[in-house]
């Protein structure tokens, strides 16, 4: 079975600065997909980026960007210029390329700080 | 935008109760899920649904779990006898079939008392 892990349960960032959050993952399958979620006090489920495996190119959306290793199987995100509403708890999840409706697989998330 | 809603936001049940969670899915999506958190815990898989029947179901979607889509556009989960243990937050989500994301709806915060 697939896992997730995410080793930094808490991390804190200056408002303006830069903040990598660590995943890393295990499987046996060569097809597959990554994504980070991003939980705020709501608790609405909110996708923030994602990464086909077959892509070597790290996968960007504005601040949001990845660093996907898949030899290390390692799949970390980088939030740029961090702003007060980026603070959340942020999911990295993990889903099989099998079959059109494989589930996600979550890691247990790093809960982010954002200073001001 | 399309999004997925799920009814109520909140419910309260009493141990031993049945409670049913209703989703409504983005409406060209033919995949669904449900999952559940735990209050500080990670976000748990509990079903999958496709063409009117169960695709995949983990450990925690035990006899007292069951999902169905009743019609065009609603998808619900019931519980049939609450425990203690249930209360958590409750996603649906859904997929489209071209596509390997999911999107999320609100949840349902289920409490248990």
């Known amino acids: 079975a697939q896992t997730v892990t995410q080793s930094q349960p808490e991390m804190s960032v200056q408002e303006a600065e830069t903040v990598t959050l660590s995943c890393t993952y295990d499987?046996?399958?060569?097809?597959?997909?990554l994504f980070w979620y991003k939980q705020p006090p709501s608790r609405q489920m909110i996708l923030v980026i994602r990464?086909?495996?077959?892509?070597?190119q790290n996968a960007t959306e504005n601040r949001f960007s990845v660093n996907f290793q898949k030899a290390a199987k390692s799949f970390s995100l980088k939030i740029s210029d961090s702003q007060l509403g980026d603070a959340a708890m942020y999911f990295c999840?993990?889903?099989?390329?099998?079959?059109?409706?494989?589930?996600?697989?979550f890691g247990k998330g790093t809960r982010l700080s954002v200073i001001a | 935008e399309p999004e997925v809603t799920q009814t109520p936001s909140h419910q309260v049940t009493q141990m031993g109760q049945e409670v049913i969670l209703r989703c409504v899915p983005i409406?060209?999506?033919?995949?669904f899920y449900w999952y559940r958190q735990i209050l500080g815990q990670k976000v748990e898989f509990l079903v999958s649904?496709?063409?009117?029947?169960?695709?995949?179901k983990s450990e925690i979607f035990d006899d007292q779990f069951s999902v169905e889509r009743p019609d065009g556009s609603n998808f619900t989960l019931k519980i049939r006898s609450t425990k203690l243990e249930d209360s958590a937050m409750y996603f649906c989500?859904?997929?489209?079939?071209?596509?390997?994301?999911?999107?999320f709806g609100p949840g349902t915060r289920l409490t248990v008392t």
């Open positions: 989500a859904s997929g489209e079939g071209s596509s390997y994301e999911q999107y």
């Open positions: 499987t046996s399958e060569s097809d597959y997909y």
């Open positions: 990464q086909e495996a077959y892509k070597q």
């Open positions: 999840a993990y889903r099989s390329g099998q079959s059109g409706n494989t589930p996600l697989v």
């Open positions: 409406s060209n999506h033919l995949y």
């Open positions: 649904f496709y063409n009117n029947e169960i695709s995949e």
